[in-house]
């Protein structure tokens, strides 16, 4: 049994239009992966694909209208989905901790580094104020921040960038948590930071016998630091497995279109507009959502398509998923 199971999540943002008639946006349909101890799982897929979403359903932090209509969330073998905010807290900023997508706004800028390491402490456990603002300076110096003891009394604005990103993984690590989620922990950082901040994340991993759960744009990140990878597009993950495999033998169109587009195009296009505009997601269209830019699309792709096994934890959501190497020009046409 693996750490986290998430299994056949679908959530939904259901709302009322003007004249009272039900909206239901399909923000997650039938989401399933899992992540093991000592594993670094990448989620990648374009811009509104479902990363953050996902992340927030594990969580149990959806705002409403979001909501999870279906599925399963384990973790340590404990069912999330449906738990009360008080049975979630014992697990959240513990056992399994997130740093979200916008790090900046989620340091609170009216307390001091130390006092925000130490409540984020004393808010799960009895522990003295001394005993946590040394776990604090410890733990700040274990993320590679120097004279962690000034820092303690630094408030967050005078923080750089980088700065502030090991702060937060300080606070998410602090109560020793089995599992990190990161939202795109270091976009906006320079290169330099980027990878210091992600050597600092995988040795944390090894060491502790964690895991860990990275969204990112960067499929550099991905090839570098993760084992495995789940490709996600429209709510749905399209492919996952082995990061070499995937990378080796992508199975479905639009990882095969993600790999092979170059850092140049995705800067010039941007990385959620390879190949045309993401599905209306309150009005998916029936069959294989990645239809109308796929460029193999055949009739069967009317109907949805299987989540095919083609390797060792490798799966793709293909009619075609079989055949390796594909070349999209080559064939299935009509
Ligand atoms: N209130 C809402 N009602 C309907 N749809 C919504 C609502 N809020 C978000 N969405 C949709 O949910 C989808 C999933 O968004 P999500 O934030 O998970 O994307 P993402 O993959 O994290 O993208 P990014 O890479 O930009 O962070 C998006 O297509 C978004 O348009
Ligand atoms: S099922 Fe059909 S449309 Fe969907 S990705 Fe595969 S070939 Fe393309
Ligand atoms: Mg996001």
Known sequence: MS???VNNLHTHFVSHDLNNRLRVAKGLNGVSFEVDKGEIVGIVGETGAGKSLTAMSIMGLLQLPARIVEGSVRFDANELVGLGVEELNKI?????TMIVQSPLSSLDPLSRVGKQLVRAQQEHRSIS?????RAGADMLATVGIPDAERRMRAWPHELSGGMAQRVLIALALINGPRMLIADE?????DVT???QILDLLRTLVADRDMAAMIITHDLGVVAHYCTRMCVMFAGSIVESGPVRQVFNDARHPYTQALIS????RIAQKGYGQIGGPPPNLYDLPLGCHYRDRCS????ICHSTPPVTGVGDKHEAMCHFAD???ANPAAAHHG
């Open 129 to 133: 104020a001394d005993d946590a603002w």
């Open 185 to 189: 922990p270091t976009t906006g950082l």
């Open 3 to 5: 750490l986290l199971e």
């Open 193 to 195: 930071v980027q990878a």
């Open 92 to 96: 959240r900023g513990t056992q399994l």
């Open 296 to 299: 193999r699309a055949a009739d």
């Open 261 to 264: 587009s170059t850092p140049k």
């Open 323 to 325: 055949e390796s190497g």
